[in-house]
């Protein structure tokens, strides 16, 4: 199994959406949306879709904020953006860039109102998420919200046999990630006020941050 996934490709790049619904059962669009849904963006926010794959998470994202919502979409993947190329046609609320998140992003300071992020910080390096949170204190307006959709912390060791064997089948670096405290450390990139909700049992959260006024 591969240390690290940051970028999908190939036939899981091109079959994405299809192989997430499959392996949740079809629970996976119920569980996007109701995620999604825990967002609160301002009027015409412009939210940063950071991995965004194919897309799908993007349109639903400017689906639940409203009419004047903009979505821009960065990832390293082009088999994904591909997917996502066929929505932004339709769909001018969105926009769709390639870039590697693990270097600098390619938008300004304090370019926007919200950043999400979904299954994608747990595939790195520690120093690359760190990177990574940097940037997003960095792009995001003070007062704006990050939403990490990813794992919530737990210890594996005293889980179920079926969410050992779920991680078995993960990139070595998403045990390591539960085993960080994600408020302490975004609190010490910038970030606070935060809020959760979680699924499957609490194994999934999303995690609301506010950038902060100013860090210390």
Not at 5 to 26: C, P, Q, S, W
Not at 41 to 56: E, F, K, S
Not at 120 to 141: A, S, W
Request: hydrophobic share 40%; with cysteine; aromatic share 12%.
């Amino acid at each position: 199994m591969a240390r690290s996934k940051v970028e999908v490709k190939g036939f899981e790049a091109r079959h994405y959406d299809g192989l997430m619904n499959l392996i949740t059962l079809g629970y996976y669009p119920h569980f996007i949306r109701t995620a999604i849904s825990f967002m609160d963006l301002p009027d015409n926010a412009h939210v940063l879709d950071i991995g965004c794959g194919t897309g799908r998470n993007a349109r639903l994202i400017a689906d639940h904020a409203g009419r004047g919502c903009r979505v821009t979409g960065i990832d390293i993947g082009a088999d994904m953006l591909a997917g996502f190329s066929m929505k932004q046609e339709k769909d001018p609320r969105l926009l769709a860039m390639k870039a590697d998140i693990r270097n600098t992003f390619p938008f300004p300071d304090s370019s926007f109102d919200g950043a999400f992020m979904s299954f994608v910080l747990h595939g790195m390096e520690h120093d690359e998420r760190l990177h990574v949170l940097k940037e997003i204190q960095r792009i995001l307006k003070p007062g704006g919200k990050f939403y990490l959709l990813d794992y919530r912390p737990l210890d594996l060791k005293s889980s179920s046999l079926f969410t050992r064997l779920i991680f078995r089948l993960e990139c070595d670096l998403a045990s390591e990630f539960l085993t960080y405290n994600w408020e302490e450390v975004l609190s010490k990139q910038g970030f606070g006020k935060f809020e959760e909700k979680g699924f499957f049992g609490k194994k999934v959260r999303i995690l609301k941050s506010t950038r902060l006024m100013y860090t210390e």
